[in-house]
């Protein structure tokens, strides 16, 4: 390996440690702990140690060494986790197995990216909509199936805006499309997604991400939440139940850990997914339109078909905001449960 890569590397690390520094330091402790879900706050000081190691590492030329042969890993491998330290004729048979599924994986994903189809669940109404900030972002949502063909909702936010966003979002959902047909929950999908993006040097922060599996025969909806804002059931009568994560973002801690949520929803209830971009718009004074007019909204409007419910939202949003361009992207995804 030449110093010239792991000079790239070195930045691309520094820049990961800078931005997860900078987060932690400047975000509310109401948001921090919606991204950690139910992980400790140290696990972020595990994740910085472990980042900072690489960097001392990567300095010294040493990132990559193998620890049995002392000659340095395969590149490719190193780009996907910069933590591997051993080379590919050392491991175990198990273990080779694993790195073949996950590099056949990638080749897999090159070839995933299809032309998204219209939604369609059964049981349920569905509408969207996405705005990026900028020309491209880093929002991502999608309609897929799992192993056994239960349809899986997902939305998720990559932390940044532009086209570093946009890019690691289009890798996200490449990795989605292989992944989930392959998987049986969402706790599946999250953990596999976790391990492939953790340690991978183009991820400069981390993304947030629900991953829910409708059940259109009872209204079921099994979800795993990774550190994202949580979505909304709104029931009759206007009470509602939040989808609070069940694990930290992806990405963001060492070592994490992804469990599921159920929560049913009845004839008329409305599932209301969406990213920051939505509560975090300001109106020309500043205000947040926050949780609390979202949630409103939602209880005075959930008897609209989800494209009417949408569109009154952006109508609202709008004014709320002067007709002031969005600063971050925007994206909300609403299912209606029908009789």
């Known amino acids: 390996m030449t110093n010239d890569f792991f000079m790239r590397v070195s930045e691309q690390l520094r820049a990961q440690r800078l931005a997860l520094l900078d987060w932690v330091g400047g975000v ?10 139910p992980q ?4 972020l000081d595990d994740h910085v140690r472990v980042l900072e190691d690489a960097i001392t590492r990567a ?3 040493e990132l990559g060494r193998c620890t049995v042969c002392h000659d340095q890993v395969e590149t490719h491998w190193l780009q996907m986790d910069y933590t591997t330290c051993v080379c590919i004729e050392h491991l175990s048979r198990e273990e080779r197995s694993h790195l073949e599924a996950e ?11 299809l032309p998204q189809e219209t939604p369609r669940i059964p049981g349920f109404d569905v509408a ?9 972002g880093g929002d991502y949502f999608d309609f897929l199936r799992f192993a056994d063909g239960a349809p899986a909702v997902i939305i998720g936010d990559v932390m940044g805006k532009g086209m570093p966003a946009s890019m690691l979002m289009a890798s996200l959902q490449a990795y989605l499309r292989v992944i989930v047909p392959e998987s049986s929950s969402p706790a599946d999908v999250l953990e596999r997604l976790n391990r492939l993006f953790c340690h991978n040097i183009h991820l400069t922060k981390f993304v947030s991400l629900v991953v829910a599996r409708m059940d259109p025969e009872d209204g079921g909806v099994i979800y795993g939440n990774a550190g994202h804002h949580p979505p909304v059931v709104v029931h009759g009568g206007g009470r509602m139940t939040l989808l609070k994560p069940t694990g930290a973002a992806i990405g963001l801690v060492e070592r994490a850990r992804f469990t599921e949520a159920q929560v049913v929803m009845g004839t008329g209830d409305v599932l209301m997914c969406y990213t920051d971009g939505l509560v975090e718009a300001r109106d020309p004074d ?4 926050g949780d609390e007019e979202l949630t409103r909204y939602a209880r005075e409007h ?4 989800p494209a009417t419910f949408i569109r009154g939202l952006r109508q609202h949003l709008q004014t709320f905001t002067a007709g002031r361009p969005p600063a971050d992207d925007t994206t909300v995804v609403v299912l209606r449960r029908l009789g």
């Open 28 to 37: 509310p402790p109401a948001e921090r702990d919606i991204r950690l879900g």
């Open 40 to 43: 400790a706050p140290n696990a």
């Open 59 to 61: 300095d010294a030329g």
């Open 103 to 113: 590099l056949e994986l990638s080749q897999r994903v090159q070839r995933a990216l």
């Open 128 to 136: 969207a909509y996405s705005q990026p900030a900028s020309i491209v």
């Open 286 to 289: 500043g205000k947040e339109f």
């Open 302 to 305: 959930r008897s609209a078909l």
